[in-house]
């Protein structure tokens, strides 16, 4: 199998994705749709990341 480097969108979006939930969880931040549910954000996020790197046009 073949990997290559994720789309600058896709490796943007989860590390947005991955900071939000991070501050969600540390700091405390009240983040609508993301408070409470700060692993399954960070589950996405990094799903959305392998899956860039293993399909081509993401």
């Known amino acids: 199998m ?3 480097a994720p789309g600058i969108l896709t490796f943007m979006l989860s590390v947005i994705l991955t900071v ?3 501050v969600t969880f540390f700091f ?5 749709y993301i ?3 700060e ?3 960070l589950l996405v996020s990094q799903v959305i ?3 860039g ?3 081509r046009g993401l």
């Open 53 to 55: 790197c293993i399909m």
């Open 2 to 4: 073949g990997l290559k």
């Open 28 to 32: 405390g931040a009240n983040i609508p």
């Open 39 to 41: 692993f399954w954000v």
């Open 20 to 22: 939000l939930a991070l």
């Open 35 to 37: 408070t409470g549910q």
């Open 49 to 51: 990341l392998i899956f």
